[in-house]
């Protein structure tokens, strides 16, 4: 290491050997301004001079020095007014001030911190204190850059890794929400296995149930006209022959006691009611099975106002106690569509509806076509949804259910299946009045699956 | 001539079924129609039968314990070859019943649980190679004749 003046420098070996501090020295005092700059001559600093204020801030512009040493008194422009303009600009406040006095007053001196000094010296100053002040402070002035540098990166790479988690948190419930949309979308296909199931096994019984009622049917008629018949012959008889004459008081009053009229005219009711009961559960187990084959995962033809039909009756249970079901069926086209996602969807809208409804309610279900699409409408008569609610229906797991009741997916459901019809949903509501919510699809039906081209392609 | 002294052999029908009130229910079904009614309530029960007795149609559920159906019906194919089969079923799921009882029972007919009465003796009349109208027609005359018969007696 230089040695400078015979003063050992042993802070130097701190420096790293490159870098040179600037320096600029101002004074309005040539003789001064010589003094400091050969105090500070060598490799450490480089020195600029400016002979005023005014130029002091020019210079300070051009070469961003790394200390400045000011004059206090100087002609125009004194040194705190210079530095006062150097701490109001951001690109020059954090260069550190050391003000030059020529006498011990304090006064000056707070003076001079006060309008933003960072040390000062006298002029009568020996060399090695000027170099200690100057190279002490052009340090602090570096570590200062360094530490505001690395804070600066610290921000930004929290900001990136802000972003990153940020970024990952949306992919993770982006995965969730499709985990949840597969588990329910493969509770309902359990249940609809399970449905069919049950249909499977509700036919046995209800095959021979229905096929007895009717062997039953023929059997009583047969047995009312052989009735018929001997109550004719009772009334024909010789009454004359007392063994016969008892015989046939004792079946009158038989036929009296067991009321015959009435047993014979209720036995056809009796029957036919049955039989209307079988049809009905063969109906509903017929619906049921439909319902979840239609699960299949093909595009295919169907009547939507059929389909509706079906829906109502499995959702039946939920709907019976507390509404009136009104159907008002527009002429529409079947179109081709995944049937079972869209029983799922007014599912879904039946039973919301019938959730609405507290007391007794009417839920009226329209359907209808335009130039472009087929429209259905559920509209209920139920408690309405709030406007703030309103456009936030559809988003997953929003649910104005308790606990447990739902979960927050059957309308974001519905909303994922008709947006795969190419289709559109919306719902319309008014507090206290009803909810109407209305599905639109294309005419020409749901687009084929991608995946499905690139097979028909291959 | 009356139709009663012919010496007619009566068609004879045979149904499988595991489940007792199904095989009463087609029992009554086809009760009183002009044909022999025979019941199996398993598999092996109804090759037995096919074996010995000359059947003209039968009648099978698809799912029983055992012996399903679509074997005995696939049987049936090479120990009876001329009896018309006809599968009675509640599960009409394509891959597992209604391709193998097509393709190797070589149905005649499918019928699915719940059945039709109607329907299902027009498919019997049918499988026995009759006008179903002629079938009832006749079998109303013999009732007739029977009716008058008893009469008589």
């Known amino acids: ?458 | 001539m009356p139709l009663r002294d012919q010496p007619v052999r009566l068609p004879t029908v045979l149904c499988v079924d595991d489940e007792h009130h199904v095989l009463n229910a087609l029992d009554r079904v086809l009760h009183g129609y002009d044909c022999r009614v025979l019941l199996a309530s398993d598999g092996w029960d109804a090759l037995d039968l096919l074996e010995q007795e000359e059947i003209d149609v039968l009648i099978c559920d698809a799912a029983m314990p055992g012996m399903d159906g679509l074997e005995v019906l696939r049987e049936a194919t090479t120990i009876a070859p001329a009896t018309v089969r006809i599968l009675l079923t509640a599960h009409c799921s394509n891959e597992e019943v209604v391709i193998p009882a097509v393709n190797e029972g070589e149905i005649f007919r499918l019928l699915s649980k719940p059945w039709d009465d109607g329907e299902l003796r027009r498919t019997v009349a049918d499988a026995l190679g009759l006008e179903p109208k002629a079938w009832l027609e006749q079998q109303h005359r013999l009732r007739e004749r029977d009716r008058n018969g008893d009469a008589r007696t």
């Open chain 1, 1 to 458: 290491m230089m040695t400078r003046d015979g003063h050992i420098d042993s802070n130097t070996e701190d420096r790293p050997a490159e870098v040179r501090y600037d320096v600029l020295v101002v004074d309005d005092s040539l003789v001064c301004r010589k003094t400091i700059e050969r105090y500070l001559r060598g490799d450490e600093f480089n020195v600029h001079t400016a002979s005023s204020g005014t130029e002091a801030l020019s210079v300070v512009e051009s070469k961003h020095p790394d200390v400045i040493l000011l004059d206090v008194q100087m002609p125009q422009v004194d040194g705190f007014e210079v530095c006062r303009a150097l701490k109001a600009d951001p690109a020059t406040r954090d260069i550190p001030v050391i003000f030059v006095t020529g006498e011990e007053a304090t006064k000056q001196k707070i003076r001079g911190f006060e309008a933003g000094g960072a040390d000062y010296i006298n002029k009568s100053s020996d060399e090695s204190e000027v170099i200690a002040r100057v190279r002490a402070h052009a340090r602090i002035g570096h570590l200062q850059d360094e530490l505001r540098r690395s804070r600066d990166e610290l921000a930004a790479q929290l900001a990136k890794t802000q972003e990153h988690m940020q970024k990952e948190r949306e992919l993770a419930k982006q995965v969730e929400d499709q985990r949840l949309q597969l588990l329910q979308a493969e509770k309902m296909a359990s249940i609809g296995q399970l449905a069919a199931g049950v249909a499977h096994e509700i036919n046995n019984p209800i095959g021979f149930i229905s096929s007895n009622l009717n062997s039953l049917q023929k059997y009583a008629r047969d047995i009312e006209r052989v009735l018929r018949a001997y109550d004719e012959l009772r009334c024909e008889c010789d009454h004359s022959n007392p063994g016969v004459a008892t015989k046939a008081d004792e079946v009158k009053r038989i036929l009296e006691e067991v009321e015959i009229d009435y047993v014979l005219s209720d036995l056809a009711d009796l029957i036919n009611e049955s039989i209307e009961g079988a049809h009905r559960v063969r109906q509903i187990v017929g619906d049921l099975r439909d319902f979840s084959h239609l699960d299949s995962p093909d595009l295919a033809e169907e009547d939507i106002n059929q389909l509706i039909d079906k829906t109502i009756n499995v959702a039946w249970n939920e709907l019976k106690y507390k509404t009136e079901v009104v159907r008002e069926y527009g002429k529409i086209p079947a179109i081709s569509c995944y049937g079972g996602k869209l029983g799922q969807v007014f599912l879904n809208l039946l039973v919301n509806a019938a959730q609405a409804i507290e007391k007794r309610g009417t839920i009226t279900v329209r359907t209808g076509q335009d130039h472009q699409h087929i429209w259905i409408e559920i509209a209920d008569t139920g408690c309405g949804i709030p406007a703030q609610q309103l456009n936030r229906i559809f988003d997953p797991f929003f649910t104005t259910k308790e606990v447990g009741k739902g979960t927050g997916l059957g309308l974001h459901l519905a909303y994922t299946i008709v947006e795969a019809h190419g289709g559109r949903i919306s719902a319309a509501s008014t507090v206290g009045k009803g909810t109407t919510f209305r599905i639109q699809l294309p005419l020409e039906g749901a687009p084929q699956p991608k995946g499905r081209h690139h097979e028909l392609a291959a």
